[in-house]
């Protein structure tokens, strides 16, 4: 399983290009946080990724990954839902009876310091309750990939440096995790960091030379034939009971 970025560059129309000549190939274990200033292109770049924007130039090549999951920087869910119905619902769409499910669930909410809230409703909870819950249902969904946008943008200092240090941990369980973010404990929590302002158009190809993460291999990849699932799951009514 491998996620490679060769040649990337990326522009929207009528503005110029955000970032280019962008190579790397993340392996499973690894965390790895995109950095740089406001508007250079973090977020697209998780969208590029994901396979939901295509890149201007360059390509995007993912091999052996079925299944990407994606925390969005603003949190959403069902407002008369509990926090645990959330976390619930991926692991009923893999299968599992709910009486299953809730053991995992509630593992998972204790990694993100959401014990306490298990029984409340969406609506109870603050920004930050809400950010980690998002956090812990993308967990749940299995991903081979997980990408996450400003996990901590909301989050106070204590609980921030705690949900980067577990984004941090996560690579431990088999998974590829792409974090995109502005604070420097998520970036620290990372093992390896591809720093955005380094491939602007500005930039030198002698400073984009040595911003490229020593263990990018540009070796080509054989692509896989199926486009993965990129699961946002949101709690609906049915098969919730």
């Not at 990326?10 to 995109?34: C, M, N, S, Y």
């Not at 990018?216 to 034939?225: F, K």
């Amino acid at each position: 399983m491998l996620l490679k970025a060769i040649g990337l560059a990326h522009r929207f129309p009528g503005t110029d290009v955000l970032f280019e000549h962008l190579d790397f190939t993340i392996a499973p274990g690894q965390t790895v946080a995109l950095c740089g200033p406001s508007g250079c292109g973090k977020s697209t770049l998780l969208s590029i990724l994901a396979g939901w924007v295509r890149p201007w130039a360059g390509q995007v090549e993912r091999e052996s990954i079925h299944r990407i999951g994606w925390v969005f920087q603003n949190p959403y869910g069902v407002p008369e839902r509990t926090a645990l119905d959330h976390v619930v619902f991926p692991l009923l769409c893999h299968g599992m009876s709910r009486r299953e499910a809730i053991p995992e669930a509630k593992e998972v909410m204790g990694l993100f310091d959401l014990d306490y809230a298990v029984d409340r409703r969406f609506s109870e909870l603050s920004g930050g309750e809400a950010q980690r819950l998002m956090l812990a249902r993308a967990v749940c969904s299995h991903p081979d990939v997980l990408l996450v946008d400003e996990p901590t943008a909301q989050l106070d200092t204590r609980t921030a440096d705690s949900v980067s240090e577990v984004l941090g941990n996560l690579a431990g369980q088999g998974m590829i995790v792409v974090v995109a973010t502005h604070d420097p404990r998520a970036r620290d929590a990372c093992g390896r960091v591809i720093d955005l302002a380094h491939y602007a158009p500005a930039a030198s190809g002698e400073e984009r030379k040595d911003a490229q993460d020593s263990g990018a291999d540009l070796q080509a990849v054989p692509s896989g034939t199926d486009e993965p699932t990129v699961s946002t799951p949101t709690v609906g009514e049915e098969g919730e009971q």
